[in-house]
């Protein structure tokens, strides 16, 4: 793994692209304030992979009566997923914008897929490379404040996902780029 570079606005830590603003941003959810609403907007599902497809399918039977009718029908008649318009997998909403899968307290799913669990990150493949980017959504001001008050960055905050989905070598590399940008006032 190489060692982090910054160019600009991007910022490259082994195969991976990121906006700058994912170390810079202060940002911790509040759930408490904000309810998931990022679960509950929105013109599109959750992206999903082929395998998140299949384990969501394989809990199905499990999560079929704690699912809200709309829910339902909704995967009766589209399955889990379908293509947005950009032809991207994407989980299934109810009423053009709740998730499918959410309930009253949250997530029903037993492993969320790893594009909710990133969020507000969103990933994109550019070939051989991964490009992480900030996605800013006004329902995230109470993220940004208590982020704020708490010290905490996007990419601190988000800690647990970035190594579900990278590793922990990549993250620590990560971390280490930040620390080294942040102190040589680069970003």
Known sequence: MGKGQSFGNLIEV???????DILTQYFCCDIER????????????????????????????????????????VIDKQGVA?????????????CGGNCAFRGSHGCLLKQKPISCHLYPIREKKLGPLTGLNYHRWNICQD??????????????????PLIRRFGEAWYNQLCTTADELLKQGLI
């Open 143 to 160: 993220a940004i404040h208590l982020g704020t008050e708490r010290g905490i960055r996007l990419y601190q905050f988000l800690r647990e």
């Open 34 to 73: 904000c309810h998931g609403k990022c679960c509950e907007e929105g013109d599109a599902g959750a992206p999903v992979t082929l395998d998140e497809i299949a384990d969501i399918e394989e809990q199905l039977d499990d999560l079929w009566p704690r699912l809200s009718t709309g829910a339902q029908a």
């Open 82 to 94: 379908y293509p947005d318009p950009e032809g991207e997998l994407v989980t299934s909403i109810v």
């Open 14 to 20: 082994g195969d991976v692209i990121l906006h700058s």
